[in-house]
């Protein structure tokens, strides 16, 4: 396949250059060279660990035939002197684009469902049938980039959709053509997170949307290698082809790849994970992915913080990301982690080099800086033989330079690819750098050469006064240029001399007039070492001028260095708010021990126990918000009306600061719900809020599972004039729910007959729906709606569990009683949109009253941090008792969840997350002094004091620190500030 | 007519019999004396057991149960009395459901419209308006928010027939958005999200100074072609009107307020997130601030989480006059303005001092403390009786409240709908 695929490609350029033997030669006669080259005396890196002080390497016809110290030279071998040099192997970049041009983005279509392909899968964004071979034009210019960066083989792919099809390992030679150059066109299978360019097609228009999809993907081409799909799809045939191939997938960062890492475990693909350059903040996470990483080095530049106004809005985890990113290899290397580096992302592949030395600076080993570039990405495409390394049978791809590769001083001389030599830097020039003098016309003329040999600088001083003047060096030739002692005048004089053996520069003088004499330019001899001979002997491992913040979890402010632990603590003498049929008691005592609640009481004591004084304060168990959009990194998946197969576990975001804060207002359980884009949304997150965990410690095990349906003028998307999907009336989204429970059920039957069936994640999400495994919590706002939802779920046999929001609730609390539905809803919001005219803030107390399980929730990561306050207007609003309507932020939050076995009162073997309030908790006044779950305080309001001195501290430090930076003359970019966006039900991500 | 047809819509859509909107009160015909309730004045004092007398809608005695009682006596013993609280660059009755467009009037277009006025678009009938009033909130100034110069704001008692009976204080105040310092990437043309510095800043503060020298040529000209975006600067500059500057950052406040002093301008600032950096150059200047509602977010995530909820003591302990403003939320949300005022006091300020955020602070900010803002002699009689403390949402619980000595509805659309879907399940 692959050589046919050549032969064709070597037709159809006709150029007479190429020597292969099966090609017809008209323009001379065939020859062929059968010479050696032979490399001496050089400190030859043949791996990053297998060196040779002082040896020769022995290359014919592109590879390599030998290296050692004592080689046998053949005769017909061309001799390269390399005494005081040294040899790599060259550099392999596997996330690249070379050659393969992204399409460009064909405008922000909006509302297009259907797919523009024929004979692909559904979605456009799915393109496994891309070949990067197929899009490949050799790019010289790009290629003598990469080349002057140390690269020699590039894997290459279009950068373009979610699976974006096979890559190409190509040799980044400027002779012999594609024939030479391609190595592999079929290299590797890639993958992003990112949408095609070339199409509109809205789904997914969320991360959690393209996960899901990755996932049906997977089981579709399953089902269409086991013939179960009759029709042609060549997206799905290029998928079962390439399934064996390694997966490269584009993360971006440590979430993401955490993410992807735990889709490719579910179908045993364990993929090549791009990283983001922040995978240091969850290292134990990172590694447990068992992925070898391709990392970016686009370390930030220093933020420009002159301007203490504009400096005020950048936050600690940027500044910090400045200060730790470039030590992200060498975290990752110190603990067994894999990875191979990647240019992307920098500006230019010339930057590589200054950046890993970055690294380097911060601890990174300089063999695993060198193995990263060769030997691991040669081991990950499975080339180990043929590039990375100069073992014998290898491509003769390497590098010569002056020194030690990756010391500032050392100059990269010779990038050779598959035996062709490309120059960098001319390693036969010699330096001229140097004070020189000469007379002429009577005038004494002081000369002083600087800068390096390809880049030279000339002063020229005559009569105390200094000259116009321009200086090259090129292939042993100098020529300078000056101005006379008149520069008015507008005349040159000219000297042109070519570099000998001699210490002085001996050639010809053109003067003003044009005439010409035999000049020496006598060299004086040194005064002084040059003034940048200190700067250089450092050699890269001054790590003492390191100084690292050290990371915390989350990585920001009000992160931890380390995580509470559960303790046992004796709360004396507080009003417990039990939540049971003790009700509200005075002057008790509760001790917290392995996380639960222990025993309840008066005059406890418990030996080792940290005692808590709570006299005049109020002990209640955490507040469970059922309707939450914070910690999540996208809320909807609104590419088509029903998405039950996306998961908000899948995009959980242990890092939002809404965590925190929600701690400092009592809440230690959420429901974090899809939002209301369409009918059928995504299904839940219940997790708790244990700030600094990671995003999967965060999800509470023991909850059943819940989806989110939604009813009413957003998934009619009323608010935008020519919507284009289905349903554009309530009429509608009745008739889609009863589609789709219809062909559940009809699926669901063909899946029990044992008859082979294609395995569709949303029908089976709807299936556990039908057989009561999985519930629905569901917005809702008017009694029309409501009414119908009930009657659908009846017709289908099952019940709903919740209806969220629920505002004319009050108008059929009735029939919600009978079908035996709970509600969780806001306490006094309405006005803010048409179908809430009619919501009243005595809902809540209405459905109470009738005996509906009833729930304060937030649906807002600001309110929540006060639902204690919103169940105080439950009282002011209809006259619950407080007992009661603090039920409705913590017990029947945790009923409607179905863990009221778990959390929601206190009482002995509950879990321990409780809340010691300054006050009253359902007033404004109160505020929440400690927060804990399962015995550990997560938020104290001590601490907190004492963290915001230690992040102003933190602040100012790293602040001066870019000052000191900025002085030293190193670039900066503007101060940004997250801009984050609240997510709400309508928030469209 | 929009309005009514909006009615009409709603009773199409839900079916059911939606009620007239309450009927506002009769003017005080007798003298009304309330006897035996504590009375928070809303200076910082409180009175136990106090009464206070008023007559023809103006507070004539205040005092303690030896005060001479008038005309009919409420007896409020264990019950509460406060002025009646005030908002502050609200949308009452110029929006009435934020998702549509048809009913929202509060953003005009344009950029420099100093001269479109909020006072004639104000909906009397609105049922946020009502809304407002059984949870204390008596008055408000109902501001437009569109452009830089967004137009003329005006205050507005909340029980009225229509604009004319219903406003206060006509025009009292131009508002105008500062420009940010900072601007949002255009990530659609590949620029990164988030914030950034704001290269247009000196641009835009540019523009609004060009726009206030040429008012003021204008002015000072024979005015023979009239302009009416310059005529409605002319209150600014001869200190009829204030001007309400809407800004945040720290950076911003400062150049507002040398803007507003070099020209002369009577300066409030609306926002003040970081007005509590700049505490001495407002002091120095005499501006008052009205502070974002507390309940929201920090800024940024170093911030301390409760930054929003102490802000107007920061400003308060520093010598400022503060007021608590709504205009950042929702238009419904301004019924919880005693709560946020009331969140300042777990941050250590006095129930009474929090009180001052949304009574006589307010009404001195918005000029109109000679007629409200506390319990005092000779002030109109816009005050209520609530059984408890009416800054927690435990107590705030409104048995009567007055405006100008009138005994007004506390009834609304929702108790209505309250009261009738109780009994629909009671009898059943």
Not at chain 1, 848 to 854: C, E, R, S
Not at chain 2, 180 to 197: A, M, V
Request: with cysteine; net charge neutral.
């Amino acid at each position: 396949m692959t050589k046919k695929y050549l032969i064709l490609l070597m037709l159809m350029c006709s150029i007479s250059l190429f020597a292969q033997e099966h090609f017809p030669k008209n323009d001379g006669v065939k020859s062929e060279n059968t010479n050696y080259t032979a490399f001496t005396n050089a400190k030859i890196y043949v791996t990053p660990t297998e060196v040779i002080d002082k040896g020769t390497l022995l290359i014919h016809d592109g590879k390599v035939v030998a290296s050692g110290a004592s080689i046998n030279i053949p005769e017909n071998a061309v001799v390269v002197d390399l005494s005081g040099k040294s040899i790599y192997p060259s550099f392999i970049d596997l996330y690249s684009s070379f050659g393969v041009e992204k399409p460009k983005r064909q405008g922000f279509g909006r509302g297009q469902y259907d797919p523009t392909r024929e004979g692909f899968y559904w979605n456009d964004h799915i393109r496994p049938e891309q070949n990067a071979v197929d899009h490949f034009k050799f790019d010289a210019k790009s290629a003598s980039a990469l080349r002057k960066a140390g690269y020699g083989v590039v894997n290459t792919h279009l950068q373009d959709g979610i699976m974006r099809g096979t890559g190409a390992l190509i040799a980044l030679t400027g002779e012999g053509g594609d024939a030479e150059r391609i190595l592999d066109d079929q290299s590797a299978s890639y993958l992003s997170l990112s949408k095609s360019l070339k199409s509109s097609q809205s789904y997914p228009s969320s991360i959690m949307g393209t996960f899901a999809l990755i996932r049906q993907v997977n089981h579709d081409a399953d089902w269409y290698a086991k013939g179960g799909i009759t029709v042609k799809d060549r997206s799905l045939e290029a998928f079962n082809t390439n399934k064996d191939q390694i997966q490269i997938i584009m993360a971006g960062s440590k979430a993401n790849a955490l993410r992807v890492d735990k889709v490719g475990d579910e179908f045993g693909t364990q993929y090549i994970i791009v990283g983001g350059g922040d995978e240091y903040e969850r290292i134990e996470e990172i590694k447990a992915t068992n992925a070898t990483y391709i990392l970016p080095l686009n370390f930030p530049k220093a933020y420009d913080v002159e301007d203490p106004f504009a400096a005020s809005v950048l936050e600690l985890s940027a500044m910090r990301e400045w200060n730790q990113k470039p030590s992200n290899p060498k975290t990752l290397a110190e603990n067994g982690v894999k990875f191979t580096f990647t240019s992307d992302g920098l500006k230019s592949p010339s930057m590589l080099k200054a950046n890993v030395m970055m690294a380097i600076k911060y601890g990174l080993d300089k063999t695993t800086a060198l193995e990263a570039l060769t030997t691991v990405p040669a081991e990950i495409i499975g080339q180990s033989g043929k590039v990375g390394s100069l073992k014998n049978g290898a491509y003769a791809n390497f590098l010569i330079t002056s020194g030690d590769i990756f010391t500032k001083s050392t100059t990269l001389y010779e990038n050779w690819v598959k035996g062709d030599k490309n120059v960098i830097n001319d390693m036969n020039i010699k330096a001229i750098s140097g004070d020189y003098s000469f007379a002429a016309d009577g005038k004494n003329y002081d000369i002083t050469i600087s800068g390096t040999s390809s880049k030279p600088k000339a002063s020229i001083i005559s009569d105390g006064k200094k000259l116009g003047s321009k200086i090259t060096y090129k292939e042993n030739w100098v020529n300078l240029t000056f101005t006379g002692a008149d520069e008015k005048q507008q005349e040159f004089m000219r000297f042109t001399a070519r570099v000998d053996d001699s210490s002085n520069l001996n050639g010809k003088l053109i003067d003003t007039n044009g005439n010409t004499t035999n000049v020496s330019l006598k060299r004086r001899p040194l005064e002084a070492e040059p003034k940048s001979g200190g700067k250089n002997t450092k050699n890269g491992t001054g790590k003492s001028d390191v100084k690292m913040i050290p990371v915390t979890y989350p990585n920001g402010a009000y992160g931890a260095s380390e995580l509470p632990k559960q303790e046992t603590v004796l709360f004396k003498n507080a009003t417990v708010w039990t939540n049971e049929s003790d009700g509200v008691l005075a002057n008790t005592d509760v001790l917290i021990k392995n996380g639960k609640i222990s025993k309840i009481g008066s005059n406890l004591s418990a030996s080792g126990a940290k005692v808590v004084d709570a006299t005049g304060k109020h002990l209640t168990t955490g507040i469970i918000d059922e309707h939450s959009h914070i910690a999540a990194a996208s809320i909807n998946e609104g590419g088509q009306n029903s998405s039950a197969e996306v998961t908000i576990e899948d995009v959980i975001d242990p890092d939002d600061v809404d965590i925190y804060r929600n701690l400092a207002g009592g809440v230690t359980s959420i429901q974090i719900l899809h939002g209301s884009a369409n009918p059928i949304g995504g299904r839940s997150a219940i997790i708790k809020l244990k700030w600094g965990e990671s995003a999967e410690n965060l999800i509470n095990k023991n909850a059943p599972k819940f989806i989110k349906f939604a009813l009413g003028e957003n998934v009619k998307q009323s608010r935008s004039q020519n919507g284009t999907r289905f349903p554009r009336t309530r009429m509608g989204v009745e008739q889609l729910f009863v589609d789709n429970f219809t062909r559940a059920q009809a699926y669901e039957a063909k899946k029990n007959s044992g008859q082979p069936y294609r395995y569709d994640v949303e029908m089976e999400t709807l299936v556990e729906i039908l057989n009561g495994e999985r519930f629905i919590s569901c917005h809702s706002y008017v009694q029309s709606e409501i009414n119908m939802m009930m009657k659908v779920a009846e017709r289908f046999n099952f019940k709903m569990n919740t209806f969220t929001h629920i505002l004319e609730g009050y108008k059929v609390a009735d029939i919600m009683k009978e079908h035996g539905v709970g509600a969780s809803t806001f306490s006094d919001w309405w006005a803010y949109k048409f179908e809430v005219n009619d919501a009243i803030p005595y809902n809540a107390s209405i459905m109470h009253n009738m005996g509906i399980t009833t729930a304060i929730n937030s649906d807002d990561g600001e309110m929540s941090r006060r639902l204690n306050q919103e169940a105080g207007k439950i009282v002011k609003y209809g006259g619950v008792s407080e007992e009661d309507a603090w039920k409705m932020v913590t017990l029947n939050p945790a009923k409607l969840l179905h863990i009221d076995d778990r959390v929601g009162s206190i009482k002995v073997g509950k879990d321990a997350d409780m809340v010691l309030w300054s006050d009253h908790p359902l007033s404004v006044y109160a505020i929440a002094e400690k927060t804990m779950i399962e015995g550990a305080t997560y938020f104290d309001i001590e601490k907190d004091k004492q963290m915001r001195t230690q992040i102003q501290q933190e602040r100012n430090e790293l602040m001066t620190m870019m000052l000191q930076d900025k002085n030293k003359g190193m670039k900066t970019q503007p101060v940004k500030a997250d801009d984050k966006q609240q997510l709400h039900c309508d928030s469209m991500d | 007519m929009r309005h009514i047809k909006y009615i009409y819509s709603v009773l199409m859509l839900c079916c059911t019999i939606t009620f007239a909107q309450q009927t506002p009160a009769d003017k005080q015909t007798e003298a009304i004396t309330i006897t035996g309730a504590t009375i928070h004045v809303g200076d910082g004092s409180v009175i136990q057991s106090g009464t206070v007398v008023f007559e023809d809608g103006k507070i004539q005695a205040v005092g303690n149960s030896s005060t001479a009682t008038k005309g009919k006596v409420i007896d409020a013993s264990g019950k509460h009395i406060y002025p009646g609280f005030i908002g502050a660059n609200t949308s009452l009755g110029l929006v009435e459901v934020d998702a549509v467009n048809a009913s929202n009037d509060q953003a005009e277009m344009g950029s420099m419209i100093p001269h479109v006025r909020s006072l004639i678009a104000y909906n009397a009938e609105s049922k946020v308006v009502e809304s407002m009033r059984p949870n204390g909130i008596l008055t408000a100034q109902v501001s437009p928010n569109g452009g830089r110069f967004s137009g003329t704001s005006s205050i507005m008692q909340l029980d009225a027939w229509n604009w004319e009976d219903a406003a206060i204080k006509k025009d009292d105040g131009v508002h105008l958005n500062w420009p940010s310092s900072f601007s949002r990437g255009r990530w659609w043309l590949g620029e990164p999200r988030g914030l950034k510095p704001n290269n247009n800043y000196a641009k835009q503060v540019g523009a609004i100074e060009n726009f206030v020298n040429e008012s003021k040529a204008y002015l000072a000209g024979k005015r023979d072609t009239k302009n009416l975006p310059y005529d409605a600067m002319e209150g600014l500059f001869n200190g009829n009107q204030k001007i309400y500057i809407h800004v945040n950052d720290e950076k911003g406040i400062t150049d507002a307020v040398n803007f507003s002093k070099s020209n002369g301008m009577n300066m409030v600032v609306v926002g003040g997130y970081q007005a509590h950096a700049v505490t001495e150059l407002l002091k120095s200047n005499n501006i008052p601030v009205l502070i974002d509602h507390t309940h929201s977010l920090p800024a940024i995530a170093d911030h301390d989480y409760d930054l929003p909820y102490k802000n107007p003591k920061l400003l308060a302990d520093a010598g400022i006059l503060v007021g608590i403003h709504t205009g950042n939320n929702s238009n419904f949300q301004t019924r919880n303005l005693p709560f946020y005022a009331g969140q300042v006091v777990g941050q250590g300020m006095s129930k009474e001092d929090a009180l001052k955020l949304i009574t006589s602070n307010l009404a001195k900010i918005l000029g109109i403390d000679d007629q409200l803002g506390s319990i005092e002699v000779g002030k109109n009689a816009t005050l209520f009786i609530s059984e408890g403390d009416a800054l927690d949402m435990r107590g705030n619980q409104l048995i009567k409240a007055f405006i100008d000595g009138r005994d007004i509805s506390l009834e609304t659309h929702q108790t209505e709908l309250w009261k009738r879907y109780s009994n629909k399940y009671k009898s059943n």
